[in-house]
């Protein structure tokens, strides 16, 4: 073979090595987002892949986060939940799928969980409680993270006896996953000086709003209401300026959901909008006294009665008449009442029937998710749905208002203190003490 011809067979020998190399160069994923997921629940690693901290087990496919009973467990990123229920290994267990083929595992929970299967949750919301349920020997958390029903090793992330913090992000990378916002779990008070706070979190410190002179708080979406000196005025976050929504010193309840914001002024006129800059719509002509508002449904206590409406132009419908309601809430399709008698009544659906929850007594109701709140005979009572059993929350006597949101957070007011707490089997926290609170919100 001549110099030319060996050179001609070397090139193209060349070229077809390169063609192979590249052809096994697989393509490149997008960026990795670091710290895409969140830490699910807070506690101490106690097992990692295939290895309990302590003794190997080829068949522990994801890591072990001992907590105690009944702290809560959140979605380590957006998703749909594709099981919810019970498992014989993994007890009580939630399987969340989320986008770029990831799914991840919530195994051992302390009942049944908290959301069901086809539910879509956000990043850090509620799936239920740390137990001991299934093949376990102590209360903790079974993690995964699968990506294509592939197991992912997370030790890199997890250390035998480390700690992991709630919501902290989970420190590896997670290609094609983008960066997600996480469910907001925010706080509210006001103290005897009218002084409004506000608080994202239930460990972080809080933020004064005003200078004082408010009487009531709301919270909707990122939006934060109160009543001062008769005016409405909202925040968009806890750092956003503020707005006056309504003057004249005449506001006399208001309610926010989401982007709609309502108010009830001194003659008994309640006005509706949808977004901060919209002109107010009064939808009656007077008599209201109170004023509730959850996803297109608008419901007002007048003439003693309850009426409710789905839109701003919908029609009304007497939800309760007689001139007898002392309170109402409304949360999805659920409607709640209390009567001058005491009596709650509560409903799945406009056109449902009235379940009566209690024989008298209650003065106060709220509802959020599946919970039903009460006060009745100043103690704090709540029941999950309308058929479960009722749970004494807070006794004695001495509870002056309460509060509930969608991710289990209960809320009352106590002697005067702002105490609270996620989930029926952990302990209160005191998020406000010293006497001086008149008045409570949770939201998220």
Known sequence: MNVRAARRTWWNLAIVTLMGALALVPAQPAAAQTG?????????????????????????????????????????YPGTV?????????????TVSHSAGYTTRYLHMVQAPSVGAGQTV??????????????????????????????????????????????????????????????????????????????????????????GGATKTALGGNWI?????GDFYAKDGVYGGWLTMAGGGQVRDIAISGNRFAFVNTAGVAYVKDGPYAAWQAINS?????????????????????????????????????????????????????????ILSAKDGAYASWRAVNAGGASRVVLAGNWIGWIQSGDFYVKAGLYADWVALATGGQVRDVAVNGQDWFGFIGSGSFHAKQGLYTSWLTMAGGGQVSGIAVGG
């Open 286 to 342: 007077g008599g209201a006294t109170r004023i509730e508002l959850d996803g297109d449904w608008i419901g007002v206590i007048q003439g003693g009665s309850f009426l409710a409406k789905q839109g701003i132009y919908g029609g009304w419908l007497t939800m309760a008449g007689g001139g007898q309601v002392r309170d109402i809430a409304i949360s999805g399709e659920r409607f709640a009442f209390v009567n001058a008698a005491g």
């Open 122 to 211: 956000g990043q850090g919301q509620l799936l239920g409680y740390v137990g001991s349920t299934g093949n376990s020997t102590g209360p903790h958390l079974h993690f995964e993270i699968r990506r294509n029903n592939a197991v992912q090793d997370l030790s890199p992330a997890y250390g035998c006896g480390g700690t992991v913090t709630k919501g902290a992000p989970i420190n590896l990378p997670f290609a094609d996953l983008p960066a997600a916002g996480a469910v907001t779990e925010r706080f509210a008070f006001v103290n005897t000086a009218g002084v409004l706070h506000v608080k994202d979190g239930a460990y972080t410190p809080w933020q004064p709003v005003n200078a």
């Open 225 to 229: 209401g109160w009543i001062q000196s």
């Open 36 to 76: 895409a997921m969140i830490q699910p629940v807070d506690g101490v690693v106690t097992g990692v892949l295939a290895n309990r901290c302590g003794s190997t087990d080829s068949d522990h496919y994801g890591v072990d986060i001992a907590a105690n009973s009944g702290k809560a467990i959140g979605a380590a």
């Open 82 to 94: 594709t099981f919810a229920g019970w498992t014989s290994g993994g007890g009580n267990s939630v």
